[in-house]
């Protein structure tokens, strides 16, 4: 087997990266963009010990799922039917649980809303020069490669209109000043809060975009970490302080680093999800809280909530919302989550976590192990780091139910939320 050679495949399922998987001989080939039971000519492009990368060439029997030809770098999975898309990440969900923790769990139906497309109320955008001048677009899947777009197609309509307004600028006039290196839009569906992210504070082009760019907020974050998209200080430039967010019955003010969930029509499902699981007069703990917002949804069920977060751009926006929203039952704990459950006297019948990629640290699981709470709720954005968690926290819990939530629709990402209670 040498690498360029072409062969004619056929995949026989969908890996958890969404790439068709062929045999070749005794070797697995991982072909991006090919569906289960499609025939393709698949070029090899590298040769591993115990597996091959290929690409397609061509395709000779289309699956009755391809759903479209056409391909977007940041929307993975445009190419399948939605349908099946849902039913992928069941498989996913329930086959990673199974591999990593040794859980055999029931798998609920995906959650989704009705918008496949166009419902990203934040995009990150990666600046870089090449023919003499500055280029805006994404980053190609798994690479530095940038893709110069004119829209985004998961982006609501009024960030792909600041796109094409950047995009004209930097087509019509030279911009040169290499320490512009992102750009990050943030939006409540109306408005627009924009991030110029720099290499360093002297950035002699702000100037340009203050006159000639229009936003209702303007930041620019300085970024000290080249491994990182932002840095952790934000000069507030132009126009307004926060990104004002009406999110069902809840008001919240976000300002430039406050985390907030990217799709509100899924949150709204899985917070109510979340919702559903906490009994009235339960005292809750809503760890990695970012602004508050699980914390708000489940106030008006829960006795008390004691909501945990460490960024202060959250919790100042978190503080913000809960006076707004008029919620007496909420206090707010600005530190991280380990430092929190190690606090005497801190106790509650549920928590809920909702962490970062990377998930719980051993810390945080012994303390769970240690002085265990009747209910725990975990939300993830990342299968495999929930899963290792789960393999931990099985020895004291037990898994009442796994719920997929399609957050981040035609793509490969996967947000679940799991109810364990106490064994």
Not at 32 to 40: N, T
Not at 56 to 76: G, H, K, M, Q, W
Not at 101 to 106: G, I
Request: charged share 30%; hydrophobic share 40%; with cysteine.
């Amino acid at each position: 087997m040498i690498e360029n050679n072409t062969y004619e495949l056929t995949a026989f399922e969908l890996d958890y990266q969404g790439q068709g998987i062929c045999k070749l001989n005794d070797l697995l080939v991982f072909v991006p963009k090919l569906l289960k039971d499609e025939k393709a000519i698949v070029r090899i492009k590298k040769v591993k010990k115990n597996y091959c990368e290929g690409e397609i060439v061509s395709i000779i029997e289309p699956s009755i799922d391809r759903f479209s030809t056409l391909t977007y770098p940041n929307a993975t999975l445009y190419h399948l039917n939605p349908k099946e898309e849902l039913k992928w990440q069941e498989r996913i969900t329930k086959e990673t649980i199974k591999k990593i923790s040794d859980l055999d769990v029931k798998v609920n139906q995906t959650l989704a809303g009705s918008k496949e497309t166009n419902y990203r109320n934040k995009v990150t955008l990666h600046v870089r020069f090449f023919n003499d001048r500055l280029n805006l677009g994404v980053f190609e899947n798994k690479s530095h490669k940038l893709n110069q777009i004119d829209e985004d197609i998961l982006a609501l309509p009024v960030i792909n209109e600041k796109i094409k307004q950047l995009n004209k600028l930097f087509s019509t006039v030279t911009l040169t000043d290499r320490s512009l290196e992102h750009i990050v839009l943030r939006t409540n569906g109306i408005e627009v809060l924009t991030i110029f992210v720099t290499s360093k504070k002297q950035w002699k082009e702000k100037e340009f975009f203050l006159e000639n760019y229009e936003s209702a907020s303007i930041y620019q974050n300085i970024k000290e970490d080249s491994a990182k998209n932002l840095g952790n200080r934000n000069i507030f430039l132009k126009g307004k302080r926060t990104l004002d967010v009406k999110f069902e019955h809840l008001k919240f003010k976000l300002y430039p680093q406050a985390f907030f969930q990217i799709n509100f029509e899924a949150s709204i499902l899985m917070y109510d999800y979340i919702k559903s699981n906490v009994d009235n007069n339960d005292v809750v703990i809503d760890a990695y809280a970012g602004v508050s917002s699980i914390g708000q949804y489940v106030s008006d069920v829960a006795s008390k909530v004691i909501s945990i977060e460490s960024n202060h751009d959250a919790v100042i926006s978190a503080k913000e919302s809960i006076e707004v929203n008029h919620i007496k039952n909420l206090e707010i704990l600005e530190q991280t989550v380990e430092d929190a459950l190690k606090t005497d006297g801190l106790k509650a019948d549920v928590i809920v976590f909702d962490p970062p990629k990377a998930g719980l640290n051993q810390t945080i699981i012994d303390a769970l192990i240690k002085n265990p709470v009747n209910k725990i709720i975990y939300a993830s954005c990342d299968l495999k780091s929930l899963s290792r968690d789960l393999m931990y926290l099985k020895e004291v819990y037990e898994v009442e139910s796994v719920q997929p939530v399609k957050m981040f629709y035609r793509t490969v990402e996967n947000e679940t939320v799991v109810v364990l209670k106490l064994k």
